[in-house]
């Protein structure tokens, strides 16, 4: 058993943590408050590679793995939750899946732009009326001659407003066993009849693009159905345990943030004759801080190892993304309490931590959903 990084993994991280202290970070306050999604940053991070750290070079990416890609995204999120978001959406929902089950046309067509983040990768399962049961998708496509009619309504999905093209999942058929067959489509944003606006106004993550996509009548070519049309269902849980462990790095990065915060500040804020950090009480809430970051930070990279060495991760990505999100939001309201008043006020910025990690306990699977997931791979 080996914890060091790989030179490479050691030398991305270090890239990667000097782009988001350098521009993301100075950004952080005004992206959340106005809500403004930070395209330009999102260029220059396309330029770095960043957009495609886990694919190979052939298809425009750095040709690293997902340990490099989990230590990115846990170094954006711990300065900008809104960031990394967007960008773990892009690269582990949006690139990911035709990286894994689309052909090599589509691969040219649709993964290369997104690897070299010349666009953003957006993926559409959620529904107004199927969310934790995506089973229960409402969205139809009807095969006519050589195209797909697509039909339905998709909520809350990231970065439609900046992808050039986004998979959405629809019933294409019934099983004979008379379940709905869900297959996904890659619909260019151009298409005729489907409609992308950004209407909501979030609690956190304000910086994201988050989307409401109307599909009427919309015209997809046969060839864009993406990989098995029979197997869409399993295809997309696969996409979801990956993005799972990409949501945990996130975590571990706002819950690292919310650590930094509280110490120096616990160091700094004189209470009683002496800094607070003297306080055993404090000093308690940092030590149980610390040692669930560390902790939470362990099962990110052990499911991202288990990912790489084409094992099984159902369970270990189910195990991160759940301890992880819960840890954020802990260290998070920890961190507040130990500001006091301070604490509650924006400027502080440790609120902003709260708001964030609360998403992550809902996004790609709520912690119950995760809780469920884990009791499956027990035999129960
Ligand atoms: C900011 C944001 C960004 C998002 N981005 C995307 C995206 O890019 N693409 C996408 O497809 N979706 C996206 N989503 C949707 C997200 O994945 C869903 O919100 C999530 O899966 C939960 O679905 P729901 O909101 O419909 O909740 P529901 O499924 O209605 O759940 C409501 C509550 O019931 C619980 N519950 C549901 N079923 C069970 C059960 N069987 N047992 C016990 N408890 C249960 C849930 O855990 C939850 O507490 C995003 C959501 C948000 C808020």
Redesign the pocket.
Known sequence: MNFELTKEQEMTRKMVRDFAEEKIAPRAVDIDKHSDFPDDLFKEMGKLGMLGIPFPEKYGGSGGDTITYALAVEEIGRVCGSTG?SYA?AVS?GASPIYYFGTEEQKQEFLIPLAKGESLG?????EPN?????GGTQTKAVLEGDHYILNGE??????AEYARSITVTAVSGKRDDGKNIISAFIVPKDTPGMKITSPYD?MG?RG?N?CEIVLEDVKVPKENILGDPEKGFGQFLHTLDGGRISIAALAVGVAQASLDRALAYSKERQQFGQSISKFQAIQFKLADMAMEVELARNMVMKAAWLKDQGKPFTKESAYAKLFASETAFRSANQAIQIHGGYGYMREYEVERYLRDAK?LE????????QR?IIARQLGC
Do not use: H, Q
């Not at 199927?130 to 995506?134: E, F, N, R, V």
């Not at 998709?154 to 970065?159: A, F, V, Y």
């Open positions: 978001l959406a929902l957006s993926f559409g399962l959620t199927a969310g934790s049961d995506a998709k909520c809350w999905i990231t970065n979030k993550v994201s988050t998403l809902i996004g790609e699977g709520t912690s119950e959903i469920m």
